[in-house]
């Protein structure tokens, strides 16, 4: 119960915090590297400059980078974390269970000070491949 708590409130946190500084730092994009991710991360005091991933850190990755490119990284760190469903509890936590949601939902949740009425969501969403188990590329 506890531990749910404090993953919710990482969630949270990453929603809140990366995206103005992904934007400012790389520009508005659909999805962002995982070394770029890392340093948002970083800088914003997400983790520290250990470098040192922690279980929660991936669902920074869920939220900012491809699916390809999180089967990578799950793949490079040995771990086995299902892309989709991560998605899905970010959308429980950020959006109240709104299925699908980008970079520019996340933004408007929280990367603007603003908060998600339901109305501006783009709609847009990658659930294509990916995630570390039952496939991937």
């Known amino acids: 119960m506890f531990g ?9 946190s990453y929603a809140k915090r990366l995206p103005r500084d992904l934007k400012k ?10 070394s770029q991710v ?4 970083i800088r914003q005091r997400l983790r520290h400059s250990s470098g040192n991933i922690t279980p ?11 699916p390809r490119e999180f089967s990578q990284i799950c793949h490079s760190t040995d ?5 989709h469903q991560m998605r899905r509890e970010i959308s429980e936590v950020v959006f109240g269970g709104q299925s699908e949601f980008t ?7 929280y990367g603007s000070g603003g908060s998600y009425d339901g109305g501006s969501y783009d709609g847009g969403g990658d659930f294509g491949g990916g995630g570390c ?3 991937g590329d």
């Not at 749910?4 to 949270?12: A, G, T, W």
């Not at 890392?38 to 991360?41: E, M, N, Q, S, V």
């Not at 771990?79 to 892309?83: A, G, I, L």
């Open 56 to 66: 929660n850190d991936y669902y920074a990755y869920a939220m900012y980078c491809s």
């Open 79 to 83: 771990t086995n974390h299902d892309y």
């Open 133 to 135: 188990s039952g496939g």
């Open 25 to 34: 730092r790389y520009g508005k994009k659909k999805h962002y590297s995982k």
């Open 4 to 12: 749910r708590f404090i993953k919710n409130r990482k969630i949270k």
């Open 103 to 109: 970079f520019s939902s996340l933004e408007t949740e």
């Open 38 to 41: 890392d340093r948002a991360l």
